[in-house]
């Protein structure tokens, strides 16, 4: 499991830190997942360029997005961090999810 890495931040998997699988092997740590949420879904920030594309899902949307400022290829769409957020709640961590879901 020393070879999943974070990637947003490059991190490498340790008991920790949540982290959360995308489609083929791509994850993300609950820190970024933090960081993402804040931004997009309480901040309503969008990161999105042209011809963006999900680093989780690997699909562009039109959803907006956030984009890790340290590895400028990788994107999370709106969808997908709600997703993670609620996969690691459901997770028997003790990280700290992001908050409910609220409206904009
Ligand atoms: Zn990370
Ligand atoms: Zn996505």
Redesign the pocket.
Known sequence: MSDVL?D??Q?TWTHEIAMVEGHQGSC??G??LDVAWSAVVEGGLDDSVKDWKCTMCLEHREDPCYRSPAHEEAFICRRCIRVSAQALRKDDTDWNAPGPVRRS
Do not use: A, L
Request: some cysteine.
């Open positions: 974070c947003f931040c991190r993300i740590c820190r970024c």
